[in-house]
């Protein structure tokens, strides 16, 4: 069982930056692929950026390519989501996700731990 607890959410003018962070429980985080995901009101929850156990792979969503930034610290059972120049369309809930499985995923459906989510907001 793992335990994922959000924070670093916020209210930031476009163009602003971010970092949120994924406290995660357990002793096992090591073994956890690890994603970001962020639900817009009237939206579906959709992939935002993901890592694999090592830190050796990232995926992006194409919108977020170049601007946004994973990573994780297994020491601090912690992973991080760098965002820059924010939007407006980047306003939405984000959540972190974990995975028990060493390939990292943009699939919703595969992973096994969800976090509560915190809010970010960027105004235009």
């Known amino acids: 069982q793992v335990q994922l607890v959000e924070s670093g959410g916020g209210l930031v003018q476009a163009g602003g930056s971010l970092r949120l962070s994924c406290a995660a429980s357990?002793?096992?985080?090591?073994?956890?692929?690890m994603g970001w995901f962020r639900q817009a009101p009237g939206k579906e929850r959709e992939f935002v950026a993901a890592?694999?156990?090592?830190?050796?792979?990232?995926l992006y969503a194409d919108s977020v390519k170049g601007r946004f930034t994973i990573s994780r610290d297994n020491a601090k059972n912690t992973v991080y989501l760098q965002m820059n120049s924010l939007k407006p369309e980047d306003t939405a809930v984000y959540y972190c996700?974990?995975?028990?499985?060493?390939?990292?995923?943009?699939?919703?459906?595969?992973?096994?731990?969800w976090g509560q989510g915190t809010q970010v907001t960027a105004s235009s």
């Open positions: 357990g002793r096992t985080f090591s073994w956890y692929a």
């Open positions: 996700a974990a995975r028990k499985a060493m390939v990292v995923t943009t699939a919703r459906g595969e992973y096994d731990y």
């Open positions: 890592i694999s156990w090592s830190g050796g792979t990232t």
